[in-house]
């Protein structure tokens, strides 16, 4: 029975509650974080996106293709600074939508917009 006892009273409880007498202010609550203001400012600085004449955004992206052959989505609104309905309406036009494969959700250029053709390569070589 002294073992018994001895084992409860030498287990002490890991977490214990105290009662405070007067409040201490460690954690404050924040109604705005800082990386929400600075979010904040930035967006504003930029402005809503306003449509751009179509044809200066087809320039924008054929001169975005050549350097890569494929993007994604979000890439390519980032690059023209387009609304993505608008932007999106464009891409149908002129590219195809992976949806599976190695380059899943990504957009490519349709073969008749491509820089280079296979047909070209063969006529200049001989």
Known sequence: MK???????SVKPQRLT?????????FKP???????????????SEGKMV???RQVVLDMLFSAFEKHQYYSFKDL???TKQP??????????????????THK????L??????YQPGEEEEKSS
């Open 51 to 53: 449509r751009a004449d």
């Open 105 to 108: 959700s990504t957009w490519e």
């Open 18 to 26: 105290q009662q405070l007498d007067r409040f201490t202010p460690v």
């Open 84 to 101: 993505v309905a608008y932007l999106k309406e464009i891409m149908r036009d002129i590219g195809t939508c992976h949806r599976k494969g």
């Open 110 to 115: 349709k073969p008749e917009y491509c820089h």
């Open 3 to 9: 073992v018994k006892r001895w084992q409860i009273e």
């Open 77 to 79: 609104v980032d690059i």
């Open 30 to 44: 924040v109604a705005n974080h800082n990386f929400n203001l600075e979010y904040e400012k930035k967006k504003k």
